[in-house]
Every structure is written in C-alpha cells, then in structure tokens.
C-alpha cells in the first residue's frame, strides 16, 4: 500500500498534503499529539492519575487538556490537593469520597444517555471505591444509580432491588472481604458485570487479594474483573460498555 | 406491594393466574426451573461446564437444554469424551481446539449481528484459549475475527491489523508468557477489551499468575479480566457486549 | 492432691486399685492406650486416616478398633485398597465416592438423634468432598440431609431450598471456585456453618486458595472453615455439634 | 404453593393478613427489615463491625437496634471513638481491651445457660484477640471461663487445666506464631474447638498466615477455623453453639 | 605468613614439600582433590545428592571416596537406581524407606559414641522422612532411637516416651501437616532440636509450607529447621553435634 | 510404674513424700511451677519476649526469676520501655543495638567454657540482628568472636577470617537480601552453622523471604535454620550447643 | 519527515522505490516480513520456541528461515521431535541435553569473535539449562568455556577458576537450591554476569522461586537475571553482548 | 604451580617479594584491602549503599575512597542525611530525585565514552527510579539520553522515538504496573535491554511482583532483569556494557 500511495504522488494523482492524511493512519499510531487522538482512538479524553503527581504538574496537565474543549478527571486525589488546584482551577468540582477532581462542559451536566448503570456495593467500608466508580461514570456522561450496602450475608437486602439492578445497562459491583456479592448480581443479570475487589478487611483478606481470586474464579458468566480498588476501572469500562450500547449497531 | 395484589385477588379484581405472573418477579429470583427463566434472566441459556462430568451426565442436561429449544453449549470436553456424547447426540458439532462441544438452530449458523467481535492472541501457543474464546462468541451468535501471534515483542506484527481491530464492537486479548498484549490493544481501540491471561510460559509465570497480574494493573482503561485459560469466560463477555451494542439504546 | 491420693493409699483408706484409678485422670493425659480412651475423651473413637497406609496396615487397625466394640471409619480410600482390605474385612461398607470405608454396629444403622446436618454443595464437581462430609457424619451417628448444585450464580435454587437448610442443626457447605456459598447460607441460618472449600476449578483458583479465603473473610457470622477437600472435617464437625445438642444441657 | 394460597384469599378462605403471614416464609428471605428478621433468622441481633464506620453512623444504628430492644455488640472500636459513643449512649459498656462496646438488658447481665465456654491462648500477647472472644461470648449470653499463657512451649501449663476445659462445652483457642495450640486442646476434649490464629509473631509468621495454616492443617479432629484476630467469630461461634446445646433436641 | 614461609624456603630452613603442606591452609580454600579435605574441613566426608546423576556416575564418585577409605552415603536413591549400582558396588546397603544407598568400614558398624540421637516423628506418614534422617546419622557414627507417631493431637503418646527423648544428646523432630511437634519436644528437652517439615498432608497444607512456617516460627526455644522433607539435613545436623558433644571441650 | 509405687506407699516401703518425688517425674511435664523447671528441664532459664509486654509486666516477671537467682534475659526492648524498667532495676544492662535487657550473677561475666561461638555478619545493616544473636549467647555464658561486613560479594573478606571462623564451636551467620553466606560459611566448617535470615534489602526482598529460602535450600551440609530477624533464636541455639560440648560426652 | 519525502517523490528528487527504502523506517516498525528484519533490528534471526509447536509447524518455520540465509535455533525440542524434523532437516545438529535442535552456515562453525563467554554452573544437577545457555551462544557465534559444578558450598572449586572466569567477556551463571553463586561470581569478575535460576532442588525451592529471589537480591553488582531454567535467556544475553564489545565502539 | 613457585624461591630464581607479587593472584581473591582491588578486579570503584548508615560513617567511607583518587558514588540517600554529609565533603552533588549523592573527578565530567545509553521509562511515577539508573550511569562515566512517559498504553510515544532507542549502546527501561514496556523496547531494538521494575502501583501490583514477573516472562529476547526499584542496579549494568563495548575485542 505503501508504494501505491508514492506512486500516485508520483504521478500528481494525489497531493502531498491528502498522502499524508492517508498515511496519517500511521500519525494514528505514533506521530500525532495526545490530546487530539486519544479521545478520537478511545472514545474518551486521556484521564489523568493523580497520585504521586504535584499540584502544578497536574494544573498544567488539566490545562492543556481543557483548552481543547475536552473534559478533564483527575484521579487519587488528596483533599489537600484539590484544594490548592481549585485556586487556579476554580470551576472544577471536588468529591471528596471518591477523591476525583473534574471539570464538566456546562452542557454535559446532564447525561445524554438512555439507561443507566448500576453501581452496586456490598458494605459501608466499600463505599470510597463505589463512588469512584459512580462518580467516573458520572464524569464519562452516564447516569447512575447506586445500591450500597446489599452483600450476601443478608441476600434479601440485594433481592429487594433484583430488578432495578437487571434493568441497567451494565453494573459495577464493589466489594471487599470475601466478594462474593458478583457471583450473586452476575446470576441475576442478563447485562456485563465489571467487579471491583475491595481492599476492605483484614488478616486472611491479604489486602483485598481473597476478594480478587473470588471475582476472578466466579462461576457466573459475564463477569470481568479490574484492580484491587480500582472503581476508577469499574466507572471507566461501565461508561464505555453503556455509551456503546447507546450508539448501537449503527456505530459499528 | 404484596397486600396489594392480594388484596386484588380478594377484591376478584386480579385472577390467579394473573397475580401469579405479577409475583413471578419474585419467581424470576428463585422458584422457577432453571432452563425457563435462564435465558429471559440472562440472555443466553446454561452454559454447561463439561469438565468432571460425566458424558451420560452431559447428555442428559444437553438433552434437557435442547427440548426447549435452546442452544447447548458445553465447554471443556476432551475428544473422547465428545466422541461417546456425539453417538447419541450426532447433530452435535466438536471443536478439538477449543475443546468445545456444541448444537445450534439451524437458522442461527449466521450470525445476525452488525459487527463483528475481535479474538487477539499474542502466540501460537495461546491458540487454544484464544479458540475457546472464539467460538464461544460465535456459538453465542457473533461473528469473529482473529488476529493471531501478533504479540508485543514484534510490535509491527499487532500494528498491521490495528485499524481492523479498532472497528470491531468489543475484543478479547489473550496471552501468557508476559501478558503484555491487552495493555497495548487497550490503548488503540475505543471498545472494550476483555482480557484472558494463559498459563502459557514457565518458571516465574507461576501457571499464568504472572499474565493475571499484568493485565490487572494494566495502565491503558478500558481493559477487564477473567481467570486465567478461561477462553469461554472472554468469548461470553464479548458476545453480550456485542449483543447488547446490536439491540441499541431501545433494549434499555 | 497426688499427695493427698497417696496419704489414703498408705493410710489403707484407698486401695491401689481405685488410687490407679483415680490418677488414671492422668493416664487420661498420658499412659493409656489408643483405643480405650479416644472414645472417651473425644466423643468418637479414632478415625483412620487411610492415605499412604498399606491394607495390611489398616486391616490391623480395624481389627483392632473392631474388637473393642467401636465404630471404625477410614478416610481416602481408594477403591483398588478398599477392595483388598473387604476379602478379611467382608462386613465393610465402601462408599467409592467419599472414598470412605466403614464398619458400624447393626444396631446404629439407623440414626438415634433428633435433627438432620444439612449439607450444601455449589456444584456438581464438589460432590466428592460433599458425599466424604455426608457419608462421615452418617456413620458418627448423624442422620443427613443433601441440598447440592444450589451454587450461589442461580441464588433461586439455594431459596428454593432455604427453610429445609434453616430447620437443620447444623450445616456443612462445601464450594470450590470463588467458594461465597457458605456466606449466603450464613446469612439465612441460625446455626453453625462449617465451611469446607475445594480444589474444583481452574486458573486463579489455586487448587481451593480462592475458596479457602473467601470463606475465612466472610462477611456472615457463625461460620467456621476447614481444610481444602477436608470433607471429612466438614462432617466431624457436624456430627460432634449435633450430637452435643442432642444430649443437650445435660451433658454439660 | 403460590398460587395455591392466592386461591385461599380469592375464595376468602384465608384472610389478606394471614397470607401475607404465609408468603411472610419469603420475606423471611428478603423483604423485611433488617432488624426484626436477624434474631429471628441468625439467633442473635445483627452485630455492628465498628472499623471504619463514624461514631455518628454507630449511634443511630446502635440506638435503632436498641429501640427494638435488642442486645447491641459493636466490635473494633478504639477507645477515643467509645468515648465519642458513650456521651450519647452513656449506658454502654466498654471493653479497652477487646475494643467491643455493648449494650445488654440488666436482666441478661448474667448468663442463664448451663455450662461455660473456654477460651484457651496460647500466649500474652494474644490476649486482645482471646479477649474479643471472650466478652463477645459473655455479651451474647454464656459464661466464659479463661485460660491464657498455656502455650504449648511449656505444655504442662495446659495439662493443668486439661480437666476444666474438657468439661466446658466449647473451645475457642487462640495462637500466634506457630498456632500449634488448637491440635494439642482439640486432642484432649470432646467438644468443638474453634481455633482463631493472630497475626501475633514476626518474619516468617508473614502477619498470622503461619497461625493460620496450621490450625487448617491440624491433624487433630473437631477443629475449625476463623479468620486471622477474628477474636469475634471465635466468641460468636462458640455462643451460639452453646446455645444450641443448651436449648437441646427440642429446638430441632 | 606467606611471606615468612617463603623466606623459611629461601632460607632452606623449610623443604619445598613441607613448604607446599603449610600453604595448603591455602589450599584448603581452593586447590586441594575435594575428596582429602571435605572430611578435614568439614568432619565427615562428601555426601552424594542422588537424584538426578545416573547410576553411573554415582558409580563413579562412590569409588573414588571409598578408595580413599571414607564412608560413602548417597541420597534419593530409588530401589530400580540402588540395584543397578550394587552390581558393581555389591558390598553396598540399601534402605528402601530412607532412599538411602551406603558402605560403611567393618569396623564402624557399631556406634563409638556416647549418647544417642532422638528421632521423634508426628505420623506414620512421615516415615519416610525420619528414616532418612536416622539412617543418616547411623552412617554418620551416632546410635540412634526412634519415636515414631507421637503427634501432638494424642499428647499422652507424646509424653509417655518423654523422659527418653530427654536423655538424647540431640533431637530431630519430623512432622507434616500442621508441624507443631517441634514445639511440644522443644518444650520439653535441654538439647537442640532440629526440625524437619514434611509435605506431608493436603489442601493448605501447600507441599509443607504449613509445617515449615510452623516450625519457624515456634515459640519454643533451641529449635532450627531444615527444609521440606530435608531428612538427611536433620540427620546430619544431630549428628554433627552429637559427634562434637563426644569430643568434648578438648576437641576446640 | 504407677501401681508400683503405690504399692510401696502401701506397704511403707516409701514414705508419702518421696513417692510424690518419684511421681514428680510427671510433675516435670506438667504441675510445676515454670521457674523451678524451666532450667532444669531446658537448660537455661526462661526468657522473656519484651514485645507487646508493660514495663510494669516485665519488672514483675524479673523480679520472680532473679529471686530464684536465675540469670534474666529480655528480648526486643526498646530503649524508652528498658530506662523505666532500670529505674527498678537498675543493676540490668541495656544493648540498644541488640535490644536486649539482662541480668547476670557477678560471677558469670566471665564466660567459663572453653571455645567460643563464632558470629558472622554479611553487612553493617544485618548488625541488630548479628548483635542480638551475640549477646544473646553471651548472656547465657559463650564467649563470642564477631566477624561483621563480611558479604559473599566480596568473598576475600570471609576467606580472610577463615581459620578463625573454623576453630569457633559453633557459627550463627546473620544474612539479608540474597542470604548466600551461610552456604559459603557451611562449606568451610566442621561445626554446625545456625543461619539467621534478616529483613534487610527490598523489593523481591520480600521483608526476608528470599534470604529466608535461600538459607533453606542451601546446598551445603550442617546448616539449620531459624526464623527471620530472630537473633535471639541464633544465639540461643549457638550458646546451648557450645554448653553441650563443653559438657561433653559424660553429660550424656 | 514524511511530508518531506513525499515532496521529493513529487519533485522527481526521489524515486518510488528510494522514498518505500527511506519509510522503511516505519516499515521496521510495522509491514515488512518478519524475517528480513529481525536480524537488522535485533541483531539475531528470529529463534523459534519448539515447546508446543508440532515437528510440521517447526519444519515450515526452519525451511522459510534458512531460505533466507539466516541460521536456525529451535528450543525446547524432545528428541523424538528432534528425529522426526531431521528426516526432513536432515542437516541439522540436535543437543540432547540442552534439547536445542539448530543449523548453521557452513563458515559459521568456528566463532569469529575474540574472547569467550564463561558458563558457570552450580551442580551436576543445573547441567541441562547451563547447556541450553552454552549451546545457544555457540550458535549465535560465540565461544564458550564451561565451568561447571563449582558451587559455593565449596569455594575453593570456583576460585580455582577464578581466573579464567575473570578473562570472559561476560558470564552466564547458572544455578538451582539456594542459587548463590552469582553473587560470589559477580564480586569477581569486572563484566556482566547474566544469572540463571534452575528449578533444581525441593520443598522451599518452590520450583526455582528461591534461587530467583537470591540472584534479584544479590548484593553484588552487575548481575541481571533471566526466567527461572531460561538457559536460552541467558546465552542470548551473553552473545549479544559478546557480539557489542567484539564491534566495539564503532557500532555505536 | 604453588611447588614451583617455591622451588625458584628455593633456588634464588625468584626474590620473597616477587614471589609473594606472583602467589597475589590469591590476595587477589582474599588478602587484599578493599579499596585497591575492587576497581581493578570490577571495573568500578565500590559502590555505597547509603540506606541505614550514619552520616558519620558514610563520611568515613567516602573520604577513604576518595583519599585514593576513586570516584565515589552513595545510593538511597535522604536530603537530610546528605545536607550532613556535604557540611564536611562539601564537593560533592546531590541528585534529590534519584537520591545520589556523588563525587567525581573534575576530568570526568564529561563522558570518554562514545555512544549512550538510553532510559526509558513508563509514567512519570516511575522517574525516581528511572534517574536512579541515568545518574547512576553518568557517574560511571556514560553519557544518557532519556525517554520517559512512553507507557504502552499510548504506544505511539514509544515509536516516535524508537530510532534514537535503537541506536543507543544499551538500554535501561523501567516500568511499574504491568511493567510491559521492556518486552516492546526488546522487540524494537538490537542490544542489552536491562529492565527494572518499580513498585509503582496499586492492589494486585503487590508492590512492584506484577511488574517484576512480567518482565522475567517476557516473550522478547535480550532482556535481562534487576530488583524492584533497584535503578541503581540498571545503572550500573549498562554502565559496564557499555564501557566494555567502548574497549571493544582489544579488552578481552
């Protein structure tokens, strides 16, 4: 293909200037700028981790993005932080829950979206990785809705809301200790379940490993799993399963 | 809401049967046979895990499955084992690879999906995960591309077919050894990417331990993962994706 | 009060006889044998651990066990071993899916308790384990009842069968893969669970770790764990607790 | 049987009221409050796991338990949150050591079961987690009887008590370090021992996993286990096994 | 001191042979026939590690000592591997259960030591293990008595042989599953212990990382460990210092 | 034995209280006070684990022992809890680097036996550790040559002390990262060598893991091995073996 | 860049075929035939990893390599895959030890390269994956002196050779139990030292986990470290680097 | 060699000193100081490890190297103990990023080196380390380009600067979370690539195994690894191959 396209610069069938574009499938790879393709190769603006980054490095960060219109999340990020970012950056909005720092276009405020995802979590303990999620896929232009404090040691809690679980586009489901509560949602369901293993617990949890090997080992179907604490993934995977569905067949 | 209905009831404003139905939410949570609801419940009908049963046993449960007009679908069956079901059940096909042993309505052999699910496996030693993940989606109505040995120790190699894998709906990446693909895959495609670690490799790859835990802290978004081999587990994560794409916006 | 024991030796207020006797709380500790006092001292005789011992080997301890009027069950046996040890030991019953072998008085076939142990098994493939928990408890005296395939994916099937569960003594659950039955049985019952995780599964299972940790963090109360596969602990257990209760405050 | 008593109430056999007492057999498993159903379904009151949760939080679940006049537990509390509690709930107690705060009708503040529960440990520094146990046993109605610094480094300090722990109707044996001391107590009684490692010890002790898998690797029969410094689960099962043998046969 | 030994040469006050036996010291570090100083530098000489070199090779290294009169021990030996080799070395023994293939000088078939070393094993299963460890300190020139099936879960076994076990001038104490031995006999003796883990036992027994962490980690004092199924390290250990105990204060 | 001497209570041939002498032998295992027996039974007296113990607890301990006119030994002590302890006790020496808290009779400062224990050190950062060990058994009466800094890395500085090492009764080597020296060490000597794995390095350090199983699997003769960090586990084994051969073969 | 190349071919400066040589560049990266350019950008032909091929898989890859001139290493082969490829590949060499079957040009038989790599390995037991390594390197052009059985548990073995380790160009350092030697040999040598962990040994080896750990720890410098038994990892390094220092700085 | 050695003393052929000069080959292994010998024999001078010495005794390192005209290089140093140091070495620089603290001859400032070595790291998290290894490298006398935040996720950041990678000596890449770049930068380039895992991450990182099990997986060849966070170590290897390659085949 290559040559093919020389060729007919070659020949003066094809401008430089449209070559380029045509071998800019590779720019797609390699050449171009960040902040232009990623939204365009990945449906979303690059989303930023906080965590181990200063106040000025994500300003600028954050700055560069939002010049070019894009929505800006920050991820991990200590109230502290916020605080000295929102000095310059006085229209981003702060949770302090999910310790995300995001800037919204005034028009994006509401979801455009038909459904919802469901943001379910087993215990109180979970609830900082919960609302990441939720909070994420709020950022990304979905509509949540959260069921907390639903684990299995007390099934009806969960039975009680079968069904508005079963009628969300996708469900993110947060839990620590033994993470059992996917297995369940997963048998319930007839939509992808992204499970998110806490950190929550002690002695033999091992830092939330047990929740971990749970989800990966589940013998319902349509479970996938992220990190250990990463609501950040559960949001981001949600929002992108929900926004496809969404655009439906005609975006394939 | 249960005094109300029978209430209802008592009132001869609601026949049995009628109130019945209604209860049957509960029903969907708990008394019904499993082969009825499994499907309304969860989109597709029981996948039956073939390994430590016998083939007598799998014969009876695909016999019962098929009665009703479902797709049967068992996965891990060695090909002795097939061989002894197939005697009875001879309309049945087998895949050795995938070890896969499966009956479809004639009219689903197509699929009716716009689209097309992405399997993507970093070696040829990774071929029999990457199968069972294959034609798992396509026994469960997607249609599938491959894009096989194209792992990132020759980057070029997953370069070349990056344009066809960023428009397929959704994509399963599957390696061992490392685990390095799905990081890659996830930082080109706008969809999602199920990931399946193998225990492909030896020495420090712990049995795929240490291709699970690549893909967990992955850096790219948009990437969630299944237990390690569990091919069937990405082909079904995929093939719902992709089915809840094709049915759009109106199916929430 | 050894020296008080030995004063009314000397003194002739206490024959030597009864003094062995009475010291004999010590013998309990120390200098009697095997048989005599495991019975005793424990509630049921010794159980024969049949693992890398020869049929010579148990065929001696049976007969050994048997002429003292106990009970004898011996665990992991396999069916080539077992069919050995039958030629001397023709009254034997061998159950080949426990894999125990066991001789009981014809006056205990028939359980004399009040109650029944619930064992509850999530799979198909748990079956072993969950039959070696069965089995064992019956021959310690337990009458049984079995709720198995009722894993937590299909929640519907475990309710199905939850008020028979709670009516129980005791529980056994036995779970392989994530292994989060025990925590849903947990939180329906108002007895002890003991949880008995297995090596069923694959991958990020790690022959029963996944399990294992999953039951030791569970979020419901009243629930304690054995060994991986340790059917037989599950059982013991059970028997001893519903034996207790039906000798009831008295026996304390 | 739905539909069966849906055609009592439409033939006014049955009254609205007792049916929905009779479907109640289902709300048992779902639909009413957490609080009149968990003494009812579990034995005992929900118990509050007090880390991470505000003193605010467990005030209005402390006093909405208590309301329904029910016994409260709340397990982990630092002694500034207790201080915190006890402004408002100046009635509770609190136990520095096992870190429980609790709230007991003045009639129940002396144990109305017959027998006792040993809590045996192994060494000094397990005595937070024994006595975690042992006021979480007290609190939910048995009488405790202690025996600590009985390692089996010195094992004649347990023959000691050998005899009053044979006579007590359960065990809860704590250990650190090696956590050998559940084998040599559950060798000498004919009761449930319910052994709870601690993440007492250092180096190859990796934080109470050494404990930990001794006890599930006791060759001793009639052992259980619980989680890591899960002092609570140790004292919760052994109440409610007390209990159960206190109410006797009847209760089946 | 090379130096001096040099001007001593130079000097003629020193031959060159004498010369060259003084700087082997030197030698001893580096360029000396391993067989002549393994048992100067070490106090026995070089033990083969049979596994893994081929009957012939073992041939070969086994000549070689015997022909400087040593005694030879080579470990992991099958029976198929011992046979082949005793065609040519007919004059060697083989212990089947030990695994071990040895030759000894007719003139230390019987013990010249003092004392003995106590091997004390948990199991019937353990057999194997400890065999290893009494054979090889026999070779090695102790006497040596065994305690076998002495686990901590009937302590009065232990206990019974307690006084004889005492008397040793060194222990080695064998056992799987939960490990916890060690710790009893540390308890109980004033002479080292050394421990030796087996895999014997299932589940989380992990091929005897239980019984290794156990061990480790006792609580008992004059306790060291070897590693999993390392019967040969415990023998030489005990004999090590048994044969030092009989040199006395002399031999430093 | 037991009817024995009770017969000769009766018949007067053994007066009440040297028959409870005699029957003391099972005092020795178990009705004792710990003091008395301790260092007759183990052959030093008691040692105190200062970790997680009060000043006020430790004073009280210690003040028991020296009543006796043992020798006193407390490990891990911090310097703040070993300057309130000396208030009371203040002719107690302190070592801040081994942490250790002791007492010893004005006439065992001098050790009286003959040889002495040979501690070596890999690097300056195992020094804590190298120390606790060495005061450890200085304490309990070895006298002890330090060989510190001197790493496999740089093997002419081990070579260097070679002889000296050689002549030593007994080595502790103290070793963290890769924990190699105890293998070089046991190479070279004809005494047993107790290896001492620390904490010291990082990353697949694992906290002393790696040393740990390195020590483990060392492929030279006589090396045992103690848990990570414990000193005083190197230097209690070092000191008892070095007493034994000063003992020698008549204290058999 | 390449909108400048695109000119030229517009201007006539450039022809077709001289523009696709200079986006080449790109090419590299991505659409040209893996075998052209894997020797230019990686210095070595493509090796192809035998495990899991079939003996017809491997004969087209070798045949289509050699077509183009480049030499062929297969890895991992079994002999009787090794004999079925040379019926067909009849001029190839297969090592039976280190199962690396390979061709090579017929003027690349002797190494064209000053100086040598040193093979170092611990134990007769490590001889297969030191083989792996030696072989390799020889057939990518190296020559090779092998120094095996010199473990540190002896020293003096290895400082025999000290010197003649110390000439190579770089050493591979193979070994298996407590993997110490690269440490020891990194500390004499002033080149790298590629380490290679083997899976020889037993119990807490943990197949190759412990001699892994040791060599990542190591305290000397200039060690890096390839997979658990990657004899090929380490004799690919060591040519490679070999091939650099032999270019010398004018390939820089 | 060591007899005629000494007969040429003996015969006056050979002075004491030259003689002593010749057997120094050994010093070389054993007698020598330090300081002489570890440039000589290792290329480098020694190399301070800062992490848990005093400033004191850092200081008195340092000023002995220096005495002798060697460059000194101290690793893991806080700001605050390097503030201490530079009072009395006041010539010295400190890297507070990569936590070096260095001294080098004014005519080394400048690299003699031809070529460079690259370092190329994932995120900007992982800079610390990444300096670690470039500072590391200059101050061993090696010039350095950078390449950081070129992750995987985003691969066209790599590419873009895949030539100047590829043209550089040998290449130190580090990563942490999934830690995939060294199997791309592997596949792209002909030389060494030294990888170094950082602990950067989160969960099922488990500081810094995730990454360092990739990286020894990896499918690239010409890979070779060092220790979680051990940027010194990548510095240093690359330092040293990359000298080597600059004495080129006249060195060996």
């Not at 379910?120 to 979970?126: H, I, Q, R």
């Not at 090997?213 to 349509?222: D, F, Y």
Request: glycine share 10%.
């Amino acid at each position: 293909m290559l040559e093919e396209v020389l060729r007919q610069v070659q020949d003066g069938r094809l401008s430089v200037e449209d070559a380029a574009k045509q071998l800019a499938t590779f720019e797609n790879l390699g050449f171009a700028k960040v902040d232009h393709h990623r939204k365009r190769r990945q449906g979303f603006p690059e989303i930023v981790y906080g965590e181990g980054k200063s106040a000025e490095q994500i300003i600028g960060i954050a700055k560069a993005l939002q010049a070019q219109n894009h929505e800006v999340l920050i991820t991990r990020v200590s109230r502290e932080k916020a605080d000295q970012i929102r000095i310059v950056c006085s229209d981003y909005q702060y949770d302090s829950v999910a310790r995300l720092l995001f800037w919204k276009h005034a028009d994006n405020r509401e979801s455009k979206l038909n459904g919802y995802v469901a943001v379910v979590a087993a215990g109180t303990s979970d609830l900082a990785v919960a609302e990441e999620a939720a909070v994420t896929a709020e950022v990304l232009g979905s509509s949540v809705r959260r069921f907390y404090d639903v684990g299995v040691a007390g099934i009806h809690r969960l039975l009680h809301h079968a069904e508005e679980i079963q009628q969300a586009a996708v469900s993110v489901v947060v839990a620590g200790m033994e993470g059992a509560l996917p297995s369940v949602v997963g048998g319930l369901v007839a939509h992808p379940v992204i499970a998110v293993p806490t950190s929550v617990g002690y002695g033999a949890n091992f830092n939330g490993l047990s929740a971990l090997l749970t989800m990966l080992n589940s013998c319902a179907s349509g479970i996938s799993v992220v990190n250990i604490d990463n609501g950040f993934g559960g949001g981001y995977n949600a929002a992108l399963i929900h926004q496809l569905i969404n655009k439906g067949a005609a975006g394939l």
